[in-house]
C-alpha cells in the first residue's frame, strides 16, 4: 500500500509547531526551576531535619515517585479547586504538577550527592563557627552540585519530553497544538514525524550538554 506524502502540510502549519514549541519549553522551564527548588528543601529535610519532618520528606518522594504524573496532573487541575475552591489555568495545573512530580527526583539527585561529600568537611566546619546554612551553601552544595549536574539536566530533559502530557488538560504545548491540526487535515504521519523531529531539536541541546559536563567533569 502506497502513501502519498504530502509535506507542505508541515509548511501550511509552521506557526502552529513554533507557538506549541513555545509554550512547551516556557512549560518546562517553570516546572525544571520550581522542581529542583522544591526538591533542594525536600533533600536537606531527609538529610538533615528533624525525624519527624525527615519521615514527612520521605513519605512525600515515595508517595510522588510511585504516582502516574497523568493522575497528579488530573487532581491539580480537576479536584484541588473542588477542595480549596483555588482554580489554575491549564497551564499552570500541569506547572504545578511537573514541578511537584519531578522534585521528588531532584530530592533523591540532591540528597545523593550532598550523602556524597566526605562527612569530615561538615565536621571541620562546625568548629571553624559554621552554621548550618553556611556550610551547606559554602562548602557541601558548591561540591555536591558538580556531582549532580549530569543526572539534573538528564532530569530536565525528561520534564520536556513529559511536559506532553499537558495535553490532556488543553495546554497548547506541542502535542495539543499538533493533535487539533490533525484532527482538521487527517495527515497524522506527516505532522507526527515533524513533531519528534522537534522535540529532537529542543531536546537534544539538553542532552548534549549534559553529556558534555559529565565528560568534563570525569577528567578532573
Given at each position: 500500500m502506497?502513501?502519498?506524502?504530502?509535506?507542505?502540510?508541515?509548511?501550511?502549519?509552521?506557526?502552529?509547531?513554533?507557538?506549541?514549541?513555545?509554550?512547551t519549553?516556557?512549560?518546562?522551564?517553570?516546572?525544571?526551576?520550581f522542581?529542583?527548588?522544591?526538591?533542594?528543601?525536600?533533600?536537606?529535610?531527609?538529610?538533615?531535619a528533624?525525624?519527624?519532618?525527615?519521615?514527612?520528606?520521605?513519605a512525600?518522594?515515595e508517595?510522588?515517585?510511585?504516582?502516574?504524573?497523568?493522575?497528579q496532573?488530573?487532581?491539580?487541575?480537576?479536584?484541588?479547586?473542588?477542595l480549596?475552591?483555588?482554580?489554575?489555568?491549564?497551564?499552570w495545573?500541569?506547572?504545578?504538577?511537573?514541578?511537584?512530580?519531578?522534585?521528588?527526583?531532584?530530592a533523591?539527585?540532591?540528597?545523593?550527592g550532598?550523602?556524597?561529600?566526605?562527612?569530615?568537611?561538615?565536621d571541620?566546619?562546625?568548629?571553624?563557627?559554621?552554621?548550618?546554612?553556611?556550610?551547606?551553601?559554602?562548602?557541601i552544595?558548591?561540591?555536591a552540585f558538580?556531582?549532580?549536574?549530569?543526572?539534573?539536566?538528564?532530569?530536565?530533559?525528561?520534564?520536556?519530553?513529559?511536559?506532553?502530557?499537558?495535553?490532556?488538560?488543553?495546554?497548547?504545548?506541542?502535542?495539543?497544538?499538533?493533535?487539533?491540526?490533525?484532527?482538521?487535515t487527517?495527515?497524522?504521519l506527516?505532522?507526527?514525524?515533524a513533531?519528534a523531529?522537534?522535540y529532537?531539536?529542543?531536546?537534544?541541546?539538553v542532552?548534549?550538554?549534559?553529556?558534555?559536563?559529565?565528560l568534563?567533569?570525569?577528567?578532573?
Open positions: 502506497s502513501y502519498n506524502w504530502n509535506f507542505g502540510i508541515i509548511w501550511d502549519y509552521r506557526f502552529v509547531y513554533v507557538y506549541g514549541a513555545q509554550t519549553v516556557a512549560l518546562s522551564i517553570v516546572g525544571a526551576v522542581a529542583i527548588l522544591i526538591g533542594l528543601f525536600v533533600a536537606l529535610a531527609r538529610q538533615s528533624p525525624k519527624p519532618v525527615a519521615l514527612l520528606a520521605s512525600y518522594v508517595f510522588l515517585r510511585n504516582t502516574p504524573l497523568l493522575v496532573i488530573f487532581w491539580i487541575f480537576y479536584c484541588l479547586p473542588v480549596t475552591g483555588a482554580s489554575f489555568t491549564a497551564f495545573a500541569a506547572a504545578i504538577s511537573l514541578s511537584i512530580h519531578f522534585s521528588a527526583y531532584f533523591e539527585i540532591i540528597r545523593a550532598i550523602a556524597s561529600i566526605d562527612r569530615g568537611q561538615t571541620a566546619a562546625r568548629i571553624l563557627g559554621f552554621s548550618y546554612a553556611q556550610t551547606m551553601a559554602r562548602i552544595l558548591p561540591q558538580r556531582r549532580i549536574l549530569p543526572p539534573l539536566v538528564n532530569m530536565i530533559a525528561d520534564i520536556v519530553k513529559l511536559s506532553s502530557l499537558a495535553s490532556v488538560i488543553g495546554v497548547y504545548e506541542l502535542m495539543h497544538s499538533i493533535n487539533n491540526a490533525i484532527m482538521n487527517f495527515r497524522p506527516e505532522l507526527y514525524s513533531l523531529v522537534v529532537f531539536i529542543i531536546i537534544y541541546p542532552a548534549f550538554v549534559a553529556r558534555r559536563v559529565e568534563r567533569l570525569a577528567k578532573r
